[in-house]
């Protein structure tokens, strides 16, 4: 699945919960521990952001590294980040509405979440309760019925 970053930093917003600065090394070097599971990774911030970086940002539960500016979210160690921001992506199946605005999303194991009330109406009454299908039939499934109501789906 290609993954495309709208950089809006939700997935980032609460990320403070599970990575934390363990150590500071000093020239923008830091030491982060992962509080789940204790690995950690050695992080710097990327020379192109080291100003964004100074400002605060008024998330608190947020990952120590993301920034806010025009409503854009910025990994500040982009180039450096842990393995585990690597491999995320917050979404399997990206939905736009007609306009090609986000209307919502089915992240990991068919978890859905609409930003529409039609949409969320739409998934009540004809994709809830699809049957238990393999992955790709199940998404070729639901790809076909959003298309037939005029949305688009990015995987």
């Given at each position: ?9 939700e997935?980032?917003?609460i990320?403070?919960e599970v990575l ?13 521990v ?9 992080v ?8 964004l ?13 993301l920034?806010?500016?025009?409503h ?8 450096t ?13 990206l939905?736009?509405d ?11 194991a068919?978890?859905f979440?609409?930003?529409?009330p ?11 309760t ?26």
């Amino acid at each position: 699945m290609v993954f495309y970053c709208e950089q809006c930093g939700e997935c980032c917003s609460i990320m403070g919960e599970v990575l934390s600065v363990f150590e500071e090394y000093g020239d923008y070097r830091f030491l982060l521990v992962n509080k789940y599971t204790g690995e950690k990774t050695r992080v710097e911030v990327d020379l192109d952001k080291r100003a964004l970086f100074m400002e605060e940002d008024a998330l608190p539960a947020a990952c120590p590294f993301l920034r806010h500016r025009d409503h854009v979210g910025y990994c500040t160690v982009h180039l450096t980040r842990p393995e585990m921001c690597r491999d995320f992506g917050c979404w399997r199946l990206l939905i736009l509405d007609h306009s090609g605005k986000r209307a919502g999303r089915v992240m990991q194991a068919r978890f859905f979440s609409p930003e529409s009330p039609a949409l969320a109406l739409l998934w009540e009454e004809r994709i809830r309760t699809l049957d238990e299908r393999e992955d790709e039939d199940w998404d070729r499934e639901v790809i076909a019925i959003l298309s037939c109501e005029g949305y688009s789906v990015i995987r």
